[in-house]
């Protein structure tokens, strides 16, 4: 029994290591020449907006020193060397070369929401300010027939080279009836299906557009599916979340403008650069997590000292996110940070799979029979609910290595 709680122990308490960080010297000599090439060949090209980056720098009150520390900051969340910061920064000084077109669909609005910010804007959102944001459905200004010709002229005038983000889900029951937009009731189906045709690349922002989302859970009235399901023909790339994280948004427009691609992918097209790694690997709660150290219930001295959130339901042991170190809100927290259990809202079907306040090991679901813990991709999907069991078992094993403070006795 003692090897068996020693083997589950080693396989949840090892780091994720499907993210090749280092690709060799040759490989990024010749990216950096890549984008040396394609940064000259945007700076010819005319500004799709006088906005100008410094001045925005400037009326904000942030110097050069802190926009460098921030271009350093987002070349490594890139996945990048330290060599490629002047690129990233030259790049998103011409972020108002990247035509942006956003579609909204059957959602919240939630994602627009985050790219909008209410205060004080930083770094990524100022990048964000100068896109060439050509169409918005909610933001703009226009209405009616003269949004729609506004659509009709950005997506020609930009034919081939826009990127089509879309935000919301895709209702498919009725025909596609329960979602139209336009005078001429065009459904969002038909409607994102002729915004696609001419995009460079689509980017599906947050829980609905990437995986059907909260619409989507059960029993899914409308039929609601992510912009995957329906486009077949067209590079995609998922930034999930709910809502997506501004800075994911910036680093896919980022390394599209600077290398002239979408990022590598794992199998849910999710940026491995943003998605590659486990909440529970980066989770500042970790350390009690190993230890045995929960909280068991709201309030108590456990949730006082910050201790691990598994036992209140917390699913970042089967979550791929950024979000424990990018963070929300400018960088200042996130759902763990303020005690609250990660709900695994970046993973397909997250509100009817791991929405609840009930460890993994408490599911009724049927354990793996082997596989180790690493990038999705590896894992496999099936494994994300299984392995509750395996970090059940964890918990227990700490709690019988005598680090928890009474008997070490296991309530899970
Ligand atoms: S709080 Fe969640 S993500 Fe953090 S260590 Fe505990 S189980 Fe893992
Ligand atoms: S902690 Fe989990 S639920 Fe919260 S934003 Fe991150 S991935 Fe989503």
């Not at 994720?16 to 700076?43: H, I, P, W």
């Not at 985050?114 to 100022?126: C, H, N, Q, S």
């Not at 300010?129 to 729609?148: K, N, R, V």
């Not at 930034?239 to 600077?258: E, F, K, Q, R, S």
């Amino acid at each position: 029994m003692s090897d068996k709680i020693e083997a589950v122990k080693k396989l949840f308490t090892s780091k994720s290591s499907r993210v090749e960080t280092n690709k060799g010297d040759t490989y990024y000599q010749d990216l950096f020449a890549k984008c040396e090439a394609r940064l000259n060949e945007m700076r010819a090209q005319t500004p799709a907006n006088r906005l100008d980056f410094s001045e925005l720098l400037e009326e904000n009150g942030i110097d050069r020193r802190e926009f460098m520390k921030w271009a350093s900051a987002t070349t490594a969340m890139l996945m990048l060397p330290p060599m490629f910061t002047p690129l990233v920064a030259d790049a998103a000084v011409m972020m108002n070369r990247a035509p942006v077109i956003w579609l909204e669909l059957q959602d919240c609005a939630g994602n627009s929401e985050a790219l909008l910010r209410a205060d004080g804007p930083k770094i990524d959102e100022i990048v964000l300010d100068i896109i060439s944001l050509e169409y918005h459905e909610t933001l703009q200004a226009a209405a009616g027939f003269q949004a729609e010709k506004q659509l009709d002229e950005a997506m020609e005038t930009f034919k081939g080279k826009y990127l089509l983000f879309v935000e919301g889900s895709i209702p498919m029951g009725m025909n596609g009836q329960y979602g139209t937009i336009g005078a001429a009731g065009e459904t969002f189906h038909d409607h994102l299906m002729r915004c696609s045709e001419n995009a460079a690349a689509i980017v599906a922002v947050g829980a609905c557009a990437t995986f059907g989302g909260i619409p989507a859970a059960s029993p899914n009235p409308t039929g609601a599916v992510g912009v995957m399901n329906v486009v077949k023909n067209k590079p995609i790339i998922n930034i999930p979340a709910c809502p997506a994280n501004p800075a994911n948004m910036v680093g896919v427009i980022l390394h599209y403008l600077l290398t002239g691609q979408i990022p590598e992918l794992d199998s849910l097209l999710r940026p491995k650069f943003a998605f590659g790694y486990r909440i529970h690997d980066n989770c500042e709660r970790r350390a009690h997590f190993d230890a045995g150290e929960y909280v068991e219930e709201w309030g108590d001295k456990g949730a006082q000292n910050n201790f691990c959130l598994y036992k209140m339901g917390c699913k970042g042991p089967m979550t791929f996110n950024n979000c424990s170190i990018v963070r929300y809100n400018e960088g200042i927290n996130w759902p763990i940070g303020v005690g609250r259990g990660c709900i695994g809202c970046s993973e397909p079907d997250f509100w009817d799979k791991y929405a609840y306040e009930r460890p993994m090991a408490d599911a009724k679901i049927k354990a793996p029979t082997g596989g180790v813990e690493k990038t999705v991709d590896e894992f496999g999907l099936g494994m994300l609910t299984a392995v509750g069991i395996g970090i059940g078992i964890h918990a227990a094993a700490s709690a019988v290595a005598g680090k928890r403070e009474k008997s070490g006795e296991s309530h899970e």
